[in-house]
């Protein structure tokens, strides 16, 4: 490991920013190495700073915000050295796990799809926004946890797909009130819903439709977290156990919507603390009966070859 994450004065900061926005990545983080997991939290923080900087933009609009956070990444790009601690902790975590920042440029891109307002009109189109939110994340995670083989970065693609459409299935009524709407024109087509419009109350006469949109999308999540299993063996046990218990908590989202009904106006779904300790438990034993690596603690990524969104990656 290098001296980064212990030596960054941003990482407690990072850390509380974690612990006060995601329970669930907290309980996951605690898992890893402790010099890992001030590099996750910088990760984390990262992205936390971009979407607050695009959903709560305070004296600047969100295109403005957009043109800041790139204008950020330029600076890191050509060596620069940033004011902001989050930043510049980022831009050295950036130099010294070799994350190419072509990941945090597609995040960036997919921030933008919600500044303007984009409509879903096909599933692979909705695919494109979540890896470029939320595989991504998992892509630049792969060289702070210490991936030594190409073969892992798929898995993590699909956890951050998986991870998504959880996401925009337990969100559909508050993305709703926010004038946003992800759930894609052809996947509501299948379920009878012919047109569908953030705007208003949420209509009545399409909750029916939505509870199988929401079931056809959830069902796909749960393929691509079965296929992102795979690259759990790329990882050091504990690496490895802290991924699987984020897999396992954020699957466990899918199912308490569907014993909501896949009803859109049931409020949001919460793990209760049962779920997320027997999820912790099933992840403890199936790390200790898998076969794989046995190095401790993570180790710096190698070079790892850049993995860029195409049809292929869909492939399950």
């Excluded at 509380?16 to 983080?29: I, M, V």
């Excluded at 009109?121 to 030594?148: D, I, K, N, P, W």
Aim: proline share 6%; charged share 20%; net charge positive.
């Amino acid at each position: 490991m290098s001296e980064l994450a212990t030596g960054s004065s941003a990482a407690p900061e990072c850390l509380a920013l974690l612990r006060r926005h995601s329970r669930s990545f907290t309980l996951a983080t605690r898992l890893l190495p402790p010099g890992t997991r001030d590099e996750a939290a910088i990760v984390y923080a990262w992205c936390r700073r971009a979407d607050d900087a695009i959903d709560q933009p305070q004296a600047e609009t969100p295109a403005q915000a957009l043109l800041r956070l790139r204008q950020e990444l330029a600076q890191l790009a050509s060596g620069g050295t940033p004011g902001d601690p989050i930043l510049a902790a980022f831009g050295e975590l950036v130099q010294a796990r070799r994350i190419p920042l072509h990941y945090a440029e597609e995040l960036l891109r997919g921030m933008e799809m919600d500044v303007q307002g984009a409509l879903y009109q096909s599933l692979e189109q909705l695919l494109g926004y979540c890896y470029r939110v939320a595989s991504t994340v998992g892509l630049m995670m792969c060289h702070v946890l210490g991936v030594r083989r190409p073969e892992a970065l798929r898995p993590a693609a699909h956890l951050g797909l998986a991870m998504q459409l959880g996401n925009i299935c337990r969100d559909v009524q508050e993305d709703w009130q926010r004038g946003r709407l992800y759930l894609p024109a052809d996947v509501l087509r299948r379920h009878g819903v012919r047109s569908l419009r953030a705007n208003g109350p949420f209509p009545s006469s399409a909750v029916e439709g939505c509870r199988g949109a929401l079931r056809e999308l959830l069902e796909l999540a749960d393929r691509y977290y079965a296929s992102s299993v795979a690259g759990l063996d790329e990882l050091s046990p504990r690496c490895a156990l802290s991924v699987d218990v984020a897999r396992r908590v954020y699957a466990a989202i899918g199912r308490r919507i569907a014993a909501q009904g896949y009803d859109v106006r049931a409020g949001r779904a919460v793990v209760p603390a049962h779920q997320k300790l027997f999820a912790c438990a099933a992840a403890l034993t199936r790390g200790m009966a898998r076969s794989g690596n046995t190095f401790d603690g993570a180790l710096p990524a190698l070079s790892l070859p850049l993995l860029s969104y195409g049809p292929e990656l869909l492939r399950l």
